[in-house]
């Protein structure tokens, strides 16, 4: 039984595919995703036309995000689930210094080509999506992606197995693209106060949903819970809790990755796992229809180095902490709404022992933790993929409550 993809229906996002792109950069594990129907860029139509309305065709995007957009008529089935495509660095939606949408009137007041202003004079002043040049979160062009960011998400694509990263879900990049240098010499002429100087480039990604946990994205699970139940189906207290098991098994790989992914450089003589950088499960992770969490901003996630079995396990503990929280959130969340549904009877109290019950299982079979209790606490007992001995550590995950 595939498990369908599943977004929520947001503004629609006017797109010109151009097939005719100077560069690609592909995951092999994924071409059959990239066809002639899907390759190449996507542009928003008002870039498309003020760069000279290079060779393309129309394509209605839906909103996904700031500088996303879904592509509801690519899709693709892996590991029994079906993915939507979705491009990050398709055009910003939000003016990037007020809290407003960015529209043909805002982007006249920060053209810096005055041939350009006679061609947006004859604009609607609708709002729109568009890809600017100015400097964002260090390099990045505010509405598009920058080379080096895409590279550090193709890289940890390469390294999975599909969608499966040692355990740990991801949304895959199927491919990068830099746009044309025409769409790109536009975009440059339109910034607010830094310029950016470099390459502009597309991430072709692949999502099961657009669900966050609960941030960016129309409704969220953590906020909107019963509108989340009701996009994913969830009609009965028996799929309540397969969908919670599967949450609960993937939010521990989660807040274990490091562990997972641990190997030794003999080159170097130190260890290497991957870590979270500057990103978080309550705004970088969606949820499927399932209730497996995938993570989506992969730029966000790089090697770390240890010298030491110590510096490991700090690591590794430092991981679990810094995320466990949004993490709980989620599977209190989904608890807090099947007890409420279902009229399951008991307290709060009641309702944590479950969720307890629900990790325990969830944890069965995983090579790197098993979940156990020990004195009046629920512990994980988390073993690295490399030098498990001298690195593995014990994490408390619930303490009192829980006999």
């Not at 995000?65 to 690519?74: Q, V």
């Not at 960011?149 to 199927?174: E, K, M, Y």
């Not at 240098?181 to 099961?208: H, K, N, T, V």
């Not at 994205?217 to 009965?236: I, K, N, Q, W």
Request: glycine fraction near 8%; aromatic fraction near 8%; include cysteine.
């Amino acid at each position: 039984m595939v498990t369908p993809a599943v977004w929520v229906p947001n503004d629609p996002v006017p797109l010109v595919r151009l097939p005719e792109v100077p560069e690609t950069l592909g995951n092999p594990a994924l071409r059959r995703v990239w066809d002639e129907a899907t390759a190449g860029a996507y542009v928003p139509d008002l870039l498309w036309r003020l760069s000279g309305r290079p060779r393309g065709e129309p394509v209605d995007g839906v909103r996904d995000d700031n500088r996303s957009a879904i592509l509801p008529g690519r899709r693709v089935i892996l590991d029994d689930r079906e993915y939507v495509a979705t491009v990050k660095g398709c055009g910003a939606a939000t003016d990037a210094f007020q809290h407003a949408p960015l529209s043909v009137a805002r982007l006249r007041s920060i053209c810096r080509d005055p041939s350009l202003l006679q061609a947006l004079a004859a604009e609607d002043g609708s709002e729109i999506g568009f890809i600017t040049g100015e400097r964002w979160f260090g390099n990045v062009p505010y509405g598009g992606q920058a080379p080096d960011n895409g590279a550090i998400g193709l890289l940890a694509s390469l390294r999975a197995q599909g969608t499966d990263l040692a355990g740990f879900r991801i949304c895959p990049i199927v491919a990068l693209v830099r746009l044309p240098d025409a769409c790109a010499r536009i975009a440059s002429s339109f910034y607010w106060y830094r310029r950016y100087a470099g390459a502009y480039w597309q991430e072709l990604r692949l999502m099961p949903s657009n669900v966050r946990v609960y941030f960016h994205s129309p409704v969220t699970f953590g906020v909107d819970t019963p509108e989340a139940f009701a996009l994913f189906g969830l009609s009965s207290l028996e799929a309540c809790e397969r969908f919670l098991e599967n949450l609960a098994r993937s939010a521990l790989a989660a807040l274990t990755l490091y562990a997972r992914t641990l190997r030794f450089d003999d080159r170097t003589g130190r260890y290497l796992g991957l870590a979270y950088h500057d990103v978080w499960l309550d705004k970088d992770a969606v949820i499927a229809a399932d209730g497996t969490m995938h993570f989506v901003d992969l730029e966000g996630i790089e090697d770390v180095s240890a010298e030491t079995p110590a510096e490991v396990r700090e690591t590794i503990l430092h991981q679990f902490h810094r995320h466990v929280y949004e993490a709980s959130y989620a599977l209190e969340a989904m608890a807090a709404e099947t007890h409420r549904r279902f009229r399951v009877e008991g307290d709060p109290a009641a309702r944590r022992r479950w969720v307890i019950e629900i990790l325990e299982r969830a944890a069965g079979g995983d090579p790197c933790l098993r979940i156990e209790r020990s004195r009046g606490r629920v512990v994980a007992h988390v073993a690295p993929r490399a030098d498990a001995d001298a690195c593995s550590v014990e994490i408390e995950v619930a303490s009192g409550e829980v006999s």
